[in-house]
């Protein structure tokens, strides 16, 4: 599980390390909640794709290994041209869970979905512009709107219709 410490402590080491990520799934929805209202077993993010390689090979010194690749991965090239993974979980011994999708962010601050063709699916300088708060610390996620966006297109899970009816609840749709 990943607690709301665990958010903070990875968001703190992203930035700390100079990556640029964004809170995307359940805790993304908690943030723009401002409070936790059920327990995660993961962390969605989005980051860049040109630092998906390094952020892998830091965390592999804090304990964490890949545990998965997504379906709709597909191996990019960074701006070092290096191979790298766009869609991919990560986990540690004590069973936390980081999931990553990794972006591109054009000329104009959009971001562009690295991993498979994604029918028009991009992330407005908008869309990346959410604050929200977990364990009292401020961490940028997407957008609600985006949020219900993200979970469209197949069946939701239980849990995952009540985030939705939270965030509706709270920001209106």
Known sequence: MVSAEDV?????????????V???GGW?????????????KDLD???????????????????YSLKELWSENRWAVD???V?????FVLHDSEGRELDVHALRLDEYGIGIPAWEANDGFILTTQDLAGI????GGEVPCITA???????????????QIRDLQLLNDTFGG
């Open 8 to 20: 903070i402590q990875l968001y703190q080491y992203f930035l700390t390390n100079g990556f640029q």
């Open 22 to 24: 964004w809170l995307n």
């Open 79 to 81: 701006a070092n041209g």
């Open 45 to 63: 993010t989005f980051a860049l794709v040109d630092d998906v390689n390094r952020l892998c090979e830091l965390l592999s010194q804090e304990g």
């Open 83 to 87: 191979k790298t993974m766009t869609g």
């Open 132 to 135: 929200g708060v977990v364990a």
């Open 28 to 40: 993304g929805i908690e943030a723009l909640l401002g409070e936790q209202t059920r327990p995660h």
């Open 145 to 159: 709107e985006k949020q219900v966006l993200c979970h469209t297109g197949y069946v939701l899970p239980e849990y």
